[in-house]
């Protein structure tokens, strides 16, 4: 299974971040798995943004889940991340996991934020 995270490195602030990870070897609608984004600020440990389950049904941290969206698109099978009202403070790298206990990695993408 692998997973390949794209979108922008650089987003302006208060502007929308937009991520995609592409999944091969496994479907996003398989059986007990999830699929997440993962970050990890300068310095910082990781930080869990949100995920999406098997069945379309969306969690997200707290502390952003009123800027979160996670979504999938089944017909291609990559599910996405959109984070709205972005500060510098979201500048980060960050992964797409997946699998029935986050087995799957991608290599992580650098996000940058400008202020």
């Known amino acids: 299974v692998q997973l390949q995270e794209s979108g922008p490195g650089l987003v302006k602030s208060s502007q929308t971040l937009s991520l995609t990870c592409t999944v091969s070897?496994?479907?996003?609608?398989?059986?007990?798995?999830?699929w997440a984004w993962i970050r990890q600020s300068p310095g910082k440990g990781l930080e869990w943004v949100g995920e999406i389950s098997q069945r379309g049904i969306t969690y997200y941290s707290p502390s952003l889940a009123s800027r979160t969206t996670i979504a999938r698109d089944t017909s291609k099978n990559q599910f996405t991340l959109q984070l709205s009202s972005v500060t510098p403070e979201a500048t980060a790298v960050y992964y797409c996991t997946g699998g029935e206990a986050y087995t799957y990695w991608g290599q992580g993408t650098q996000v940058t934020v400008s202020s």
């Open positions: 070897g496994a479907s996003v609608t398989a059986t007990n798995y999830a």
